[in-house]
């Protein structure tokens, strides 16, 4: 089987025997958007996180800017982001008519705090409103200091919890520090169904805020939840033909072109502009699916530690970031980082042994490559380390289709291909 760190990564057949069921039994059907799936994902999260309110969404894109309307974030408030992030993050700001205000990061992927220290000190401090903190690729944020940052300067703190469910800081759950938290769904987070999200709090005006906006929001309609459970179908048909003679790569590609795979980032998302049929509901079949995912996150999260300590003790340090052991034992790795000089190039190497790693965060301090960082008013002379890293990161896979061979491979080939280019 390929080893893919993208493409739909953590689809099983489970998965696929609740799409066919919903696409393939009539009586299925009037439960594609309603349903009491959704009551029990939410009901799943207030448990875990023992938080009074969660409150679902099509996406964790529509769970974040719902918090920010949740906390009054408007016209010409400032609201402070990682440097390194993804588009839907920055657009979630933006088309608030807010301004978001790049915070440098760390070698380690955190916030970089004698940064986050200088905005204080300016004279713009007062347009400073909220922060939005992320557990990047599941390594947690110094989420203690910024909260007490957060209490300091009475600053709203929004916790991006979308590339991890599960892990913590300090033995408390991330996602339980933020003022608001969100967690996403979507087809490449530890979690997913394709596309759906979620906000937690316990500030009952939040709370109330998000149920209202929810309550107000339209059904995703029945053709994109049917796109989405086709496409399930369609991945688990060809990856295993990915590399035969590309015929798998081929079938994913046209059907890409035929709409029946949906693509993960809009190109009118790429440019800050909104997709006119979100924020929707966040619909019962989806739900149906990520589910009984959420019922297994633990042991999903053992193993993506497990692959990772593969990759902390085959790969050779200079190419993996310096975590220290306690950031690594806290981390449940998303996708594990590494950086080298020319990602693009070491990932087409080894896509000739049908492994194919993401560059989904390569190339640009806002992912994915083809943004418009001018749109997503990112200012790069101030983000000198989220350029280096963004410049020569490639993620390799934790999900839980890979097993501890595949993962040994990956360094055997990686270690291979640093040997030739020295
Ligand atoms: C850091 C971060 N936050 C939020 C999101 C939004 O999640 P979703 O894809 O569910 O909208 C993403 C992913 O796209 C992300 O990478």
Redesign the pocket.
Do not use: E, M, N, P
């Given at each position: 089987m390929p080893i893919f760190t993208g493409l739909a990564p953590n689809l099983n057949q489970k998965d696929v025997r609740i799409a066919a069921a919903f696409l393939f039994f009539p009586w299925k059907w009037s439960l594609l958007q309603r349903g009491n799936e959704v009551k029990k994902v939410e009901q799943w999260f207030e448990r875990r996180f023992q938080a009074q309110y969660a409150v679902t969404f099509d996406?964790?894109?529509?769970a974040?800017q719902a918090a920010l309307k949740a906390a009054r974030i408007g016209e010409g408030d400032v609201v402070l982001i990682p440097g390194y992030?993804?588009i839907?993050?920055a657009n979630a700001v933006t088309q608030l008519g807010a301004k978001p205000v790049y915070v440098d990061i760390t070698s380690t992927l955190q916030m970089d705090l004698d940064v986050l220290d200088t905005f204080f000190s300016s004279s713009k401090k007062q347009n400073i409103k909220a922060i939005i903190v992320?557990h990047?690729f599941g390594v947690p944020e110094q989420i203690e200091k910024l909260r007490e940052i957060a209490n300091k300067y009475n600053l709203v703190l929004i916790e991006?919890v979308?590339?991890t469910i599960g892990g913590s800081f300090k033995g408390r759950a991330l996602g339980s520090w933020g003022d608001i938290s969100?967690f996403?769904?979507?087809s490449e987070?530890v979690v997913s169904c394709g596309?759906?999200?979620v906000a937690i709090t316990n500030n009952f005006q939040y709370g109330n805020q998000l149920r209202q906006a929810q309550e107000a929001l339209p059904q995703m309609s029945i053709r994109v939840v049917v796109q989405y459970l086709i496409s399930f179908l369609l991945f688990f048909l060809a990856k295993p033909w990915y590399f035969q003679h590309s015929i798998g790569k081929f079938f994913l590609a046209i059907a890409k072109k035929l709409h029946l795979i949906p693509s993960?980032?809009s190109s009118r998302e790429k440019i800050g502009e909104r997709q006119p049929e979100y924020p929707t509901a966040f619909p019962n079949a989806l739900a149906t699916v990520v589910f009984p995912q959420l019922l297994d996150i633990d042991a999903n999260n053992v193993h993506r530690k497990k692959i990772s300590q593969i990759y902390v003790s085959q790969l050779p340090k200079e190419i993996q970031l310096p975590f220290d052991q306690d950031l690594l034992e806290v981390s449940v790795f998303l996708q594990f980082p590494i950086v080298v000089d020319k990602p693009f190039s070491l990932r087409t190497h080894l896509l000739q042994f049908g492994i194919q790693l993401s560059t989904a965060w390569s190339g640009s301090p806002v992912a994915p490559k083809d943004v418009s960082l001018q749109v997503a008013q990112y200012e790069q002379e101030k983000c000198s380390s989220a350029l280096n890293i963004s410049s020569r990161v490639l993620l390799l896979p934790t999900h839980r289709n890979i097993s501890e061979v595949d993962a040994e491979s990956i360094c055997f080939h990686i270690n291979q291909y640093l040997l030739d280019v020295t």
């Open positions: 996406s964790g894109r529509s974040l992030t993804c839907v993050v992320q990047t991006d979308a590339h969100i996403s769904f979507g987070k596309r759906g999200g993960i980032i």
